[in-house]
């Protein structure tokens, strides 16, 4: 039986909420998109050209943190008032950014960003759960994905806007109003109160690892030297290993206990959740690859990276619909993404400006992204089905925490491959092309792995049709 249709989302009892969840994330998103877009022009502004790259760094590690403090702050202030909190802290962020006079208060706006935004993702996924029927969960899991497709669109215009009269400051303000309408209008669509009960406390010790992680991976990444790169691929990795087996003895923790027990379906979706991800990671050096290998502009290289962001949208929202049919949907999702990139390997190094090879890479990259977009709405309500019930809002903000970890874990390996073949500033046409080859030749192993993670949570799932729990 299908799941009900937009228009029961949209209507007069649902809507105000979905949209302001869907908010919730494109607010965030849209952030990401921007910061990086006005980056260039803030670095002439104001200097601190060799803290470019901790812009990225620290509001990642921050967004890491945010998120998984999701769940606690959901348990202590319920919906309305968390959500309150986490806009307006992003919205303090945001401020003390576009008074930033210097590089170093840029990135401690940037750190409360990072928690705000981090926080409002994980908040609006989280509370699918409690504020729709389980009946909308796929449409509303389809729709604040989408948010970031709609965020690659808006952010890079917005910010370019801004950026090419050197008024970056005014895309931060811009976005101001935005957060302060949701941060009151928005809130107050969503339930008072909290829930009964001692809310959950923040574990401390598994989120300092995770963030740790995160922010050994990303800044090794920024470096050119190999060693340097794979002294931090392995220390992050040790980090992780700690926290899953933190995670797995203690209490209180970021993912639900099940995911540690015997029923392998649980870890089985979060780790193709955490492989798809990885693949869609790419999508950071396509804008350079179009400029130097196809010969686009700025602008129109920008929108092709956008192109796979735009898959991963019209995947979500064509396909969450197809609730009696989740189960092939999951298992085709890597295959296409699998496609995807095997297509970008010949693809994507072709030096050529032609009409033929750009639509040859955007068609890659709409697979690509298509693959991710079609199983993610039915991946993210698999875990909300799987954890019981006392973990529920642990469920949902753990969503987004192993989105981010694995976003940045992707970026920082995509950089790391880069480093290795030899991407510079000064890469000639031959080492571009090299570069191309090897990333997506590699990275296509993250969906190859995810076809096979899908097909074993599939042989794990005794039941046919999908129960409530377990």
């Not at 050197?166 to 935005?178: D, E, I, N, Q, V």
């Not at 686009?296 to 796979?308: D, E, M, S, W």
């Not at 970008?344 to 050529?352: D, K, M, Q, R």
């Amino acid at each position: 039986m299908a799941s009900p249709g937009w228009g029961a989302l949209f209507g007069r009892e649902h809507g105000p909420v979905a949209v302001t969840l869907a908010a919730g994330v494109a607010l965030h998103a849209v952030n990401v998109y921007l910061a990086a877009t006005i980056m260039p022009t803030v670095v002439d502004d104001i200097g601190g050209s060799g803290l470019y790259a901790w812009a990225t760094t620290v509001f990642m590690f921050a967004s890491v943190l945010g998120s998984a403090a999701a769940a606690a702050v959901l348990g202590a202030r319920g919906p309305r008032s968390g959500y309150r909190l986490a806009a307006l802290l992003l919205a303090a962020g945001t401020i003390v950014c576009a008074l930033a006079p210097t590089m170093l208060v840029l990135l401690i706006g940037r750190l409360v960003q990072g928690l705000g935004g981090g926080l409002l993702f994980a908040l609006s996924y989280a509370m699918v759960r409690i504020t729709l029927h389980e009946a909308l969960w796929p449409r509303a899991m389809a729709l604040v994905s989408a948010m970031w497709g709609v965020a690659t669109l808006i952010g890079p215009a917005l910010g370019g806007v801004f950026a090419q009269y050197g008024a970056w400051r005014g895309s931060f303000w811009g976005l101001l109003p935005f957060l302060l309408f949701f941060a009151f209008w928005g809130a107050m669509r969503l339930p008072g109160g909290k829930a009964g009960g001692s809310a959950p406390r923040i574990p401390w010790a598994s989120v300092g690892l995770l963030g740790l992680s995160v922010l050994v991976i990303s800044a090794a990444s920024i470096s050119s030297r190999i060693a340097v790169n794979v002294v931090g691929l392995l220390l992050a990795a040790l980090l992780i290993a700690g926290w899953l087996r933190r995670e797995r003895a203690t209490t209180p923790r970021l993912i639900p206990a099940t995911a540690f027990g015997p029923d392998a379906r649980l870890r089985l979706v979060y780790l193709t959740m955490a492989l798809l991800v990885v693949a869609s990671t790419v999508e950071v050096y396509v804008p350079f690859f179009g400029q130097r290998l196809q010969g686009l502009g700025p602008l129109a290289a920008g929108y092709l990276g956008a192109v796979l962001a735009a898959g991963w949208t019209l995947g979500s929202v064509a396909c969450s619909g197809m609730s009696h049919r989740s189960r092939s949907i999951v298992a085709a999702g890597p295959l296409l993404s699998l496609t995807g990139l095997v297509a970008l390997f010949f693809a994507g190094p072709v030096h050529s400006g032609t009409v033929a090879a750009i639509a040859a890479v955007s068609a890659a990259l709409l697979a690509l992204g298509w693959g991710v977009g079609m199983a993610w709405p039915h991946l993210l309500t698999r875990v909300l089905q799987l954890a019981p019930d006392e973990d529920q809002d642990l469920a949902g903000s753990s969503v987004t925490t192993v989105q981010l970890t694995a976003t940045a874990f992707g970026s920082a390996l995509a950089g790391t491959v880069a480093n290795v073949v030899g991407f510079s500033d000064t890469a000639g046409t031959g080492d571009l092309q090299s570069t191309a080859r090897w990333m997506f030749a590699l990275f296509a192993l993250a969906p190859l792995a995810a076809v096979v993670t899908a097909r074993y949570a599939r042989r794990a799932d005794p039941t046919a049709a999908g129960p409530r729990r377990g």
